[in-house]
């Protein structure tokens, strides 16, 4: 039995709710309020608190000019520990907010953007309000505190959803949760499908060219970013619950296991924690989501959720490359990428009867700052059709989560992605359309869009997205298989 305003259950288990169901008037809103009002009371007060908001989201990251404190800028990004980590942080961060809020049920709400109706940021965080609302942040993409709403293909999950492997061994460049590291944050930039969509797309849409959410040293000063990164964190249960192999890292990836993080808890003293602390979040963590399956449900779930099976590993063939490098604005833009029409017609073959992925990788990806926008990814798509991401041409998006360091932008996620295109290629070859041309890669700029406003190609044409200029530039697209 759950009482009706309390995140708490009968059992002691914090419940993490969606926040669309939730009141902006609520108790449990009113709770975040304060918790957060709070946290940024004491970073004024005294800035070498733990507790405190701006040393808490430093945590994260900090802007590069301010002195780093004991365990600032230690997130993981584009390797296998994002989940874990951001896990861990969470959960810390759950426990001093809960501690400042005074309310001692209060659990963290997630934002479900990909749900019906909920891709405008929850109202409780858009107005600026009297007495001054501590969700409220000023920093964000122009449109986003208007109530904008995300475009449809920045909330997707399905392409991570398809995956069943946790992690990409040496050699490969696709899975759900990144690529294996022999150390934490000696990363060489192979992010998991579930970080670089929809985690890095909303980042990227949400700070906009300018705003907090769109930078990693910046991005946990905006409290949203806590509730899109509970959403996340959701999701790596919902693609458990999927089966079919999915799982954690295998035992001979040791080093997920065993590597320790160091967070604070309420009481801003050192707390550890590793990878073998907190797969499970209601035994050892304390805390489930509003969309948990019941528990019998989850240990049948569980028995068929052993650790993913890997092949054995391979090394890319690379089959072709497009020749120049590409220039992305606010107009599509399309590419071949060259190969022998031997080896379309194989990469026919292989999508459709060998069980070894086809990626579409786009390498050296640049720009001079956050462009702001995502970009729609499509393979083959026909000269004058709509470009519709729930058709066989849809590939994938590009977000852009960066970190600012003196003098340059850089990943992680936006220096080289990743799409498996394996089933993009089998559907086309099914139709006819993957014959012995060279393959076409298409790009569409998506920003976000007015409420009741059409959705067009250039959503937001805003901050400035004008015609001619460029935004981002990719090296190179590349297909290969793995
Ligand atoms: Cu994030």
């Known amino acids: 039995m759950e009482s009706a305003a309390s995140g708490r259950t009968a059992a002691g288990l914090f419940v993490r709710r969606e926040v669309y169901s939730l009141s902006p008037e609520g108790p449990e809103i009113e709770a975040l309020r304060r918790g957060v009002a709070e946290m940024q009371r004491r970073s004024l007060v005294e800035p070498r608190?733990?507790?405190?908001?701006?040393?808490?989201?430093?945590?994260?990251?900090?802007?590069?000019?301010?002195?780093?404190?004991?365990?600032?800028?230690?997130?993981?990004?584009?390797?296998?520990?994002?989940?874990?980590?951001?896990?861990?942080?969470?959960?810390?961060?759950?426990?001093?907010?809960?501690?400042?809020?005074?309310?001692?049920?209060?659990?963290?709400?997630?934002?479900?953007?990909?749900?019906?109706?909920n891709s405008a940021i929850p109202a409780a965080f858009r107005a600026p309000g009297t007495p001054p609302n501590p969700l409220y942040v000023e920093e964000r993409g122009q449109g986003v505190n208007q109530g904008f709403l995300l475009p449809p293909s920045a909330v997707t999950f399905a392409s991570a959803f398809r995956l069943t492997n946790f992690s990409a061994r040496?050699?490969?460049?696709?899975?759900?949760?990144?690529g294996v590291l022999r150390q934490p944050g000696q990363g060489d930039g192979r992010a998991g499908e579930l970080e670089r969509q929809p985690h890095d797309v909303i980042h990227g849409m949400i700070g906009g060219q300018r705003g907090w959410m769109s930078y990693v040293d910046t991005a946990a000063r905006d409290p949203i970013f806590f509730l899109h990164h509970a959403n996340i964190d959701r999701l790596w249960k919902r693609w458990l619950d999927q089966g079919g192999g999915r799982g954690y890292p295998l035992k001979d990836e040791d080093v997920w296991w065993r590597s320790s993080f160091e967070f604070f808890d309420e009481n801003g003293s050192p707390a550890k924690l590793t990878g073998a602390d907190i797969t499970d979040t209601v035994l050892q963590l304390g805390y489930r989501y509003d969309d948990d399956p019941s528990a019998l449900t989850a240990s049948r779930l569980a028995g068929s959720t052993s650790a993913g099976a890997h092949g054995p590993e391979l090394i890319a063939t690379v089959y072709g490359t497009s020749s120049a490098p590409i220039e992305l604005g606010a107009t599509p833009v399309s590419v071949r990428v060259e190969m022998p029409s031997a080896d379309v017609a194989e990469l026919g073959m292989i999508a459709s009867f060998v069980e070894s992925p086809i990626v579409l990788s786009l390498e050296d990806i640049s720009f001079e700052r956050n462009p702001g926008v995502t970009y729609e990814v499509?393979?083959?798509?026909?000269?004058?059709?709509?470009?519709?991401?729930?058709?066989?041409?849809?590939?994938?998006?590009?977000?852009?989560?960066?970190?600012?360091?003196?003098?340059h932008l850089h990943g992680p996620g936006a220096v080289d992605q990743a799409f498996d295109v394996t089933g993009n290629v089998r559907s086309l070859a099914e139709r006819g359309e993957w014959k012995d041309a060279p393959p076409k890669v298409t790009f569409i700029m998506r920003g976000l869009i007015p409420p009741g406003g059409a959705e067009n190609l250039s959503g937001a044409a805003m901050e400035m997205s004008l015609p001619g200029v460029v935004l981002v530039t990719i090296g190179r697209v590349v297909i290969t298989t793995e």
């Not at 608190?49 to 040393?55: I, K």
């Not at 990251?61 to 800028?73: I, V, Y």
């Not at 584009?78 to 861990?88: A, C, E, Q, V």
């Open 170 to 178: 040496p050699g490969t460049r696709v899975s759900f949760g990144g």
């Open 49 to 117: 608190d733990p507790t405190g908001w701006v040393y808490q989201a430093s945590i994260h990251g900090a802007p590069g000019s301010e002195n780093p404190r004991h365990g600032w800028n230690s997130c993981q990004h584009s390797n296998f520990f994002f989940l874990s980590w951001h896990r861990m942080y969470l959960y810390h961060f759950e426990r001093i907010l809960r501690s400042a809020s005074g309310d001692p049920s209060f659990a963290l709400p997630y934002w479900n953007y990909s749900a019906a109706g």
């Open 378 to 407: 499509y393979l083959n798509l026909p000269e004058g059709t709509p470009p519709d991401h729930q058709s066989h041409y849809y590939v994938g998006n590009i977000g852009f989560f960066v970190e600012r360091r003196p003098g």
